[in-house]
């Protein structure tokens, strides 16, 4: 089984527990603040590590990035390719509503800072058989992409959040797209959702689509074969680390080589265990916990 490098974002979550998601000109009392270590690279990292796969993570923080550095390393994460920034780590506002749904401000932070040489340090270390995640939360993507792909990585991408940036990047250089139906009718420019992955299948012909629909499950496509799964039925409490929660048990399972059933099937169980808890990395469960709970 090969590594897993997930080259991504590293945020400190500040999360606010709210009647109702703030309206413009509103001012609203939270009943509740509470920071978390967050950011989708490190929710994928820990996830993915927590499911137990051999994880690295290669990013940047701030000097106030100490709690995410400990938060990965007390998951399992290697931690020994994050860089330092002279200024602040990301970080997120978060509002929580009583159903569990959340809205999110994102400031980029040291995410934003990474160098060209910096990427070229780090991939030095994979190759062949070697996997990277990656999201839209951190700079010089399409240059990691390039590096990586020319390193003989497989490319794990998650197109989050979703923004005029991700047409501009080498997507065909990608293994693996993973991505919700948002995300999903963006990059396949319909909003029929009868036709999205048939536009994603005809724009990525030799990528692998993972497509995830909230609560009705997921839709996995690899060119050869499509599999649907469906959702577990939990009370949500805080959906924030969901969809990280699911990418990283996924590519676990793929890179430990279990079939594509089995893949989804943890997936969605972790994911849905993860939503049924509050925060973002907290609420990642281990493989444990996964295994004993049910569909």
Known sequence: MG???????????YVYHVPHFVAPGETLAASKREVNCGGKGLNQSIAAARAGAEVFH??????????LTDMLSQSGVDISYIQHSSGPSGHAIIQVDPSGQNC???????NQEITTQEVDQVLANFGPGDRIILQNEINNLSYIMQQAAARGLDIVFNPSPIDASIQSLPLELVSLLVLNEIEGA??????????????LRKQFPRCRILLTLGSRGCIYDDGTQRIQQKACSVEAVDTTAAGDTFTGYFVAADAAGLPPQERLQLATQAAAIAVS?????????????VKQFSL
């Open 58 to 67: 290669a990013g940047k923080i701030g000097a106030d990035g100490q709690i």
């Open 3 to 13: 590594k897993i490098l997930t080259f991504g974002s590293l945020n400190v979550d």
């Open 104 to 110: 999110i401000l994102l400031f980029g932070g040291s």
């Open 186 to 199: 963006a990059l396949a420019g319909t909003e029929d959702e009868s036709l999205v992955l048939e536009g």
């Open 277 to 289: 808890r509050p925060g973002a990395a907290p609420s990642i469960p281990v493989m444990a916990e």
